[in-house]
């Protein structure tokens, strides 16, 4: 303001001075008075002038089934029943169709595209690297993650139309809050079992920012689908023939169930960790809406967690896919001083590898299938027969491969130095190593920080570390005592 | 070769000892002068804050809050007067204009960087005093202006602390405390001291802020029993000396004990908003807000989750479910509301 002498400054003066003196006297912020005053006003406006017809305030059907969907009583088992039943129709309703584009895509497509390369001369190494290593990567990965993914994503979105998750979110609220989370994570993380990248594209649910970020971080720790397979078949090979054969598929369940719980520990666990250090001073304001339930809309359910959901997270994995497959056949086909360069990083990292109770296979396995967690096993297998230079198996240096009977899995992988710790072991570092690149990528877009990307990419690897080497310290203990 | 690497290994150990600027002299030549500076703002603050509060500085009472030794006070306030800050009167020191000048940034910054954290960050209560003790020395002129511009120019730090303005006065604590109070007499909280901090760990366990209202219920030489927000407390007469306050006469006892916190609603019941506690702050004040919980809304309780935590509330035909935490935050009438 310019000063100036005359009378009408220094009456403005006088007003500044009193406006502020009453400012002094206010106590608080004075812009939330405001903002309280106009809440209160509408409020009051809106109360004189609408009016609503006379009916309940909330309709009698909804307020029971609240009543029986959060009781003390039932609360908690139909929230338990409901998702089992969930990950039941899940994964055995994927099965045919994941048998059957696995035929269509890898037994036939991939000698069919072979086929076509060779019959138009390219030569060895273009078909090897397109056919070979791009194609069947991408093939594999649409093929082991499209089915689960298109049965789960809906079934979930139908859930939360109806109004059901909000509910499980206030059932379960308790429990986060010990950690520092919000109710909601509970769904970002189920939504993690499915997929962490869409779990954590999920997470835009929870509007507390440092909340927000813990169910992030920690939803790697939710046993993703495309890890699933991999725990079945290493507990049913190694930990289920320990045992006689009847009891062989309980071991196995319990082994994978085991890995699965432990995630969910570790989220508790992390989650209270984190909001006690790095993520001490975020913002966090707790609050959860519980809508009214509805009929889900059906069709438009499916159309929309088809396109947004499944469609969206495929896309991106193909994206990654591609140069992974890639990278994958040149590893195993790009000599170096008569070596490949997998057989060189293989020797480098076997010390490491097998002090942590790995090798050093498993650990290339990881480095080069970060684009999906479906194609560690192919990996694994087609690195050990490159290693170990078996003839009649596999399908060629640098081509992905599975066995159809677990037996044959069991016999290379022990030809390939595999012992039971090294079977417990990966089950524990396939929980806990860094999310895929899509997941990685979509941390990246949804915190648009390169600081909790690198957060939520390290801390599990780190975990996976130490886990391993812990369980083959207490293994190497134990086996040596007896004897 | 065999020659080569040590006089290569020298070197390298020379540069990262003696590099300009990031070497590792130059380092601990900065955090020195750093530390040099802090100790005389601190002198300056301690200065400007006896004065404003009508106490004499002394060279005791220096060396008492920055907790040095007599010796050391004396070298700081001759540094000080070398360097033109302050001057001397009767042997007890004064401000000079470059002085005041930055020691009423320094408790600028500080109330403002308080503030900050209070309203736009989640960092505990109890560490936002420590933290501004660091950051204060830290801010610019300007920067301390950019943060007083974002927080909308807050004119009372948290602890009911009046901001200075960038060039004006800076206030003494306001009025009376706690203990001199009149019994039966509504009064509104307006300061909480934060230094001690053990005393002002106490006060903040006991959930006391500015901004809430209380009435003493009864005095002794050895206690002050009183009531606010809600709640009955005692503290010392030496913990309530802290507690700064400043009458309500538009307010009634009456009036004050007729509120209570949701959190103590019954299942079923209902009941109207009288308002947030000052305890909510920031984001979580204004989610509140947003959601409805305004003066004069009905809320009633709807459920209470299996785990008996969080609780479900039905206010203005929505139905939102709040943690018993902030459920403490809402000040509501103990009357029943018929109907909206």
Known sequence: ?483 | MNHALPVVASLIAMAVVFWPRYGLWARWQLAQELARRIRREDALKHLIKSEANGRVATLNSLAGALQISAANAASLLEELEERELVTFEDGRPLLRPAGRAMALHVVRAHRLWESYLAEQTGVPELEWHPRAEEREHLLTPEEADALAARLGHPTRDPHGDVIPPPHGDLEGDPGQSLNTAAPQTPVLITHIEDEPDTVYRQLVALGLRPGMRAFVIEKTPSRVRFWVDGNEQILAPILAQNVFVRPLPEFRTEDLVEEEFLSGLKPQARTRVIGLSPACRGQERRRLLDLGFVPGTVVEVEMISPAGDPTAYRVRGTIVALRREQANLIRVSSKEASDR
Not at chain 1, 441 to 454: D, F, L, P, Q, V
Request: charge should be neutral; charged fraction near 10%; include cysteine.
């Open chain 1, 1 to 483: 303001m310019p000063p100036s002498p005359s009378q009408p400054a220094s009456q403005s003066d006088q007003i500044l001075a009193a406006a502020k003196q009453w400012r002094q006297q206010i106590p608080g912020d004075l812009h939330e008075h405001v903002v309280e005053a106009i809440y209160g006003q509408a409020a009051r406006i809106a109360e004189r002038s609408v009016s609503s017809p006379s009916q309940a305030a909330r309709p009698t059907f909804d307020r029971s089934l609240d009543h029986i969907l959060t009781s003390k009583l039932w609360g908690f088992p139909i929230m338990i029943l409901l998702f089992a039943v969930m990950f039941w129709i899940t994964i055995t309703g994927a099965n045919i169709p994941s048998a059957w584009l696995s035929w269509l895509l890898i037994d036939q497509g991939h000698s069919w595209l072979r086929g076509i390369f060779q019959s138009v001369g390219s030569p060895e190494w273009l078909t090897g690297f397109v056919v070979d290593g791009m194609y069947l990567a991408t093939a594999w990965v649409v093929s082991v993650m499209l089915p689960p993914m298109a049965i789960f994503f809906p079934l979930f979105t139908l859930l939360e139309d109806f109004g059901y998750l909000p509910r499980v979110a206030f059932n379960l609220d308790r429990l986060f809050k010990v950690s520092g989370g919000h109710g909601k994570q509970a769904m970002t993380t189920m939504m993690g079992f499915g997929c962490n990248a869409a779990g954590v594209v999920a997470t835009r649910i929870i509007d507390s920012p440092r909340e927000r970020l813990l169910a992030i971080i920690t939803n790697n720790f939710a046993l993703c689908n495309g890890r699933w397979p991999t725990q079945f078949l290493i507990a049913t090979v190694f930990l289920g023939s320990l045992v006689p054969a009847v009891l062989a598929g309980l071991v196995a369940a319990a082994a994978v169930t085991s890995v699965a719980m432990l995630g969910v520990l570790l989220t508790f666990l992390v989650s209270w960790g984190l909001s006690r250090t790095l993520l001490k001073g975020e913002v966090s304001t707790f609050s959860l809406e519980l809508p009214p339930y509805r009929p889900p809309r059906f069709w438009q359910t499916l159309y929309t967690s088809l396109i947004d959901r499944t469609l969206f997270v495929l896309w991106r994995a193909v994206v990654f896919a591609l140069p992974a497959g890639a990278v994958i056949w040149l590893v195993a086909n790009v000599y170096v001083g008569g070596e490949s360069l997998a057989e060189h990083f293989i020797r480098v990292a076997d010390p490491l590898g097998l002090f942590i109770g790995l090798n050093g296979v498993i650990l290339l396995a990881y480095v080069i299938a970060i684009p999906a967690n479906e194609i560690v096993i192919p990996t694994v297998l087609m690195l050990t027969v490159m290693t170990t230079g078996l003839q009649d198996v596999g399908a060629g240096t640098g081509v992905m491969f599975e066995l159809q009977s677990g037996d044959a899995v069991g016999q290379l992988l022990t030809a390939g130095g595999w012992t039971t710790l090294t079977a417990v072991n990966l089950m524990l570092f396939s929980l806990l190593h860094n999310p895929c690149s899509t997941t990685i990528y979509t941390i990246y877009r949804e915190t648009g920080s390169a600081k909790w990307t690198m957060v939520s990419t390290l801390l599990p690897l780190a975990l996976g570390f130490v886990v391993c080497a812990l369980t083959a310290w207490g293994w190497r203990l134990l086996s040596v005592a007896p004897g």
